[in-house]
């Protein structure tokens, strides 16, 4: 089979891993040709290119700046993709004949990409939901319903699911908002498929760990607990300040602190103002140690603002499960993240409103023989559930 796969993620090689690559990787196992379609953004000063590399042929279409930039141009790019994807399809791959289109959410702006290929082609669509948008930036009160921006993309949303032969969620609740909130949608066509990597084996070198702890001052002796990714709005920044402010005189405990995003300045103050001493804040790591001090970490936080109505279900988890690392998870009610980590014993949820549960929630964490018995559960669940294996055999069961 032909695939298809349009997405945002920046992707330039089919051998790092991430939930994308891992899963266009398992398609070319399977002996399929896998065509990716990903943005180059402006400032690169590079052109629209089709090239093949590593069994994969990747097209990178120039498109406007939409990441460290102001609000209109980033909005201005983000409406110009489609159309920009859709020139460069009917340029370069004019003469490939698709079987399936695969697409990933965000954006929701795919619509008339995929109308194209399916009537051109006669291909199935599946999309891998993995955004709820418009909904998501109301829960954050950064547009109104009322308002003609909402209207626009609550209607892009719409064509798309419509344009979607199957809808991929992340999980269980996923499917339950999505057939809730848009009853036009047949239930048969909505499935769990849920984040997944190809999980890689993690080479626990005591000595390296120790030398990193060493070489960024995080001390040997207390309960680290990390928290790497995006640092913005979804994550409820405010929420961790509070926790961090709180545990400020916790001496079993240490906080690592490391990614970046439209808070890290907010975070930034915060540690600046308060001197906090048992807590520390990175915004750039060299790769390799970043990836060191991640696996010589005791506990994986997760944090989602308490405002959200839409179950969001980050892929940060897949990472600290890989690692063998029980996860402590600050949520909203809606996602039901929290069920799947406490019913899986690889970890504890509470509320992303509730500092004194939170800290409970660490205080337990500091048992080291509990900790121990998570984090064999958190990779044994991993490799059970998560793995690009079993999201290519959901998304392959529709073709056979």
């Not at 989602?304 to 690392?325: E, G, H, K, V």
Request: hydrophobic share 35%; net charge positive.
């Amino acid at each position: 089979m032909n695939i298809l796969f349009l997405t945002m993620v920046n992707i330039n090689s089919i051998n790092r891993q991430n939930i994308y690559s891992d899963l266009m990787r398992k398609f070319r196992e399977r002996n399929h040709n896998v065509y990716i379609v990903s943005p180059r953004e402006k400032k690169a000063n590079m052109p629209t290119e089709f090239n093949e590399k590593d069994g994969i042929h990747f097209l990178k279409v120039k498109i406007g700046n939409i990441t460290k930039t102001n609000v209109i141009e980033k909005g201005i790019s983000t409406i110009r993709i489609e159309s920009l994807f859709l020139k460069a399809i009917k340029k370069y791959m004019n003469d490939i004949k698709f079987d399936l289109a695969l697409y990933s959410t965000p954006p929701i702006t795919f619509e008339k990409v995929i109308s194209y290929i399916k009537k051109r082609d006669g291909a199935k669509s599946y999309l891998l939901l993995k955004d709820i948008f418009p909904q998501n930036a109301v829960d954050l009160n950064m547009f109104s319903k009322k308002g003609i921006i909402y209207k626009y993309f609550r209607l892009k949303e719409k064509k798309l699911y419509a344009q979607s032969d199957f809808i991929g969620c992340m999980s269980k609740a996923n499917v339950d908002f999505v057939l809730k909130n848009n009853p036009d949608i047949p239930p048969d066509t909505v499935e769990v498929c849920p984040n997944s990597i190809e999980p890689q084996i993690i080479n626990n070198n005591k000595t390296k760990m120790e030398n990193i702890r060493k070489k960024y001052n995080i001390p040997l002796d207390k309960t680290v607990f990390i928290y790497g990714g995006n640092l913005g709005k979804p994550q409820g920044i405010d929420f961790l300040i509070k926790c961090l402010n709180a545990n400020q005189s916790n001496k079993q405990v240490y906080f690592v602190i490391a990614g970046s995003g439209t808070e890290f300045n907010k975070l930034q103050s915060f540690f600046n103002k308060e001197k906090v001493t048992n807590a520390q804040l990175f915004n750039q790591l060299p790769k390799e140690d970043y990836e060191i001090l991640a696996n010589s970490c005791d506990v994986g936080l997760i944090f989602l603002d308490n405002r959200f109505t839409i179950p969001n279900f980050p892929s940060r988890l897949l990472t600290y499960m890989q690692a063998s690392m029980p996860v402590l998870a600050a949520t909203d009610v809606n996602t039901d993240i929290g069920q799947v980590i406490e019913q899986g014993k690889f970890g504890l949820w509470c509320e992303s409103n509730n500092v004194e549960e939170f800290n409970k929630q660490v205080q337990r964490l500091c048992d080291e023989n509990l900790r121990k018995q998570m984090g064999i559960n958190s990779r044994k669940y991993l490799e059970k559930n998560y793995t690009s294996r079993h999201s290519y055999e959901i998304i392959m069961s529709h073709f056979r």
